[in-house]
């Protein structure tokens, strides 16, 4: 008689049993959901910082493919797309993600650069203005200054520039901007002090050390500045100086800074050596 009683409480337990491992099989599957979200962003942040351009493109390409209601995912792909110099792509992108309810000032921000990368400054423009000016970010005043530069409303850049300047801890890009403005403007002594003045924030920018000395030499300060740099670095330097020299008519001091270049540079400095022979061939003649 306690047989059916027995078997009751046998298929009870295999009831309950059933239930903890159905519960069981959720939280193990909700647990793989939760570390498969956490390993692809973590592999979307690697794509868009340390990954070859290209193998990002794929990646995102693939993954908005497969998932095409995700907006990060087009943000990823527009942003790969941009590091792999393809910025008529990324602006197509970017039309779909800012036309989305989704779609941010950031998203209308990065659309403007791409567009400036593209050479479509009117639309840059036209874009930026659409920000509202409570948004107030380091990108979009750098770009803002790009674009007053871009019609010579030299007011309106310098005020950008300065306020992009002030809102990131790294300003050495911006200056430097803000220096080759200054000298394409010929405010070579404006220009050389924003060009030292990046450097002191990153030293290690070569470019920046190139518009410096340019900006000396249109000066006709003939002597390299003392900032730090490297042997290759010097005669790559002097050599830059030596054509300023020349180009404005100081052919003598031009030579001498030619030499120093191709002495002072620790291989062989062809286009140096070269244009120190054609130098000598013209005083010759």
């Known amino acids: 008689m306690r047989h059916p ?8 337990g295999a009831v309950a049993l059933s239930a903890c491992n159905k519960n069981s099989d959720a939280d193990v599957q909700r647990a793989v959901k939760a570390v498969n979200v956490i390993d692809e962003s973590n592999l979307n942040d690697i794509m868009l910082t340390v990954g070859d351009p290209n193998e990002a493109v794929a990646y995102f390409q693939k993954a908005s493919t497969e998932n095409p209601d995700r907006i990060d995912l087009k943000r990823g792909l527009a942003k790969s797309l941009v590091r792999a110099q393809r910025p008529t792509e990324a602006i197509a992108v970017l039309d779909q993600v ?14 403007a650069d791409a567009l400036i990368r593209a ?79 990046a450097i002191t924030f990153d030293p290690n920018l070569f470019t920046t050390k190139n518009n410096l000395v340019l900006a000396r030499g249109a000066q006709r300060k003939y002597e390299l500045p003392v900032i730090k740099m490297t042997q290759e670095e010097r ?51």
Not at 5 to 12: A, K, M, N, S
Not at 102 to 107: A, H, L, M, P, S
Request: aromatic share 8%.
């Open 5 to 12: 009683i027995l078997t009751i409480l046998c298929l009870g």
């Open 98 to 111: 800012t036309a989305s309810p989704e779609g941010t000032d950031d998203d209308r921000v990065e659309l």
């Open 119 to 197: 050479n479509e400054w009117d639309r840059a423009k036209v874009e930026l203005n659409k920000v509202p000016p409570t948004h107030e970010t380091y990108q979009r005043y750098r770009l803002e200054a790009m674009v007053a530069d871009s019609t010579k409303d030299w007011k309106k850049a310098d005020s950008f520039y300065e306020t992009a300047a002030g809102l990131t801890t790294k300003p050495a890009g911006v200056l430097n901007n803000w220096g080759f403005s200054k000298l394409s403007r010929n405010d070579f002594a404006g220009a050389e002090k924003l060009f030292l003045e």
């Open 235 to 285: 005669a790559q330097l002097l050599y830059t100086l030596a054509l300023t020299a020349v180009k404005q008519g100081d052919v003598s001091v031009g030579k001498g800074l030619m030499q120093q270049a191709v002495d002072t540079s620790p291989q062989h400095f062809e286009a140096a050596v070269n244009s120190l022979a054609a130098l000598d061939a013209n005083v010759t003649n």
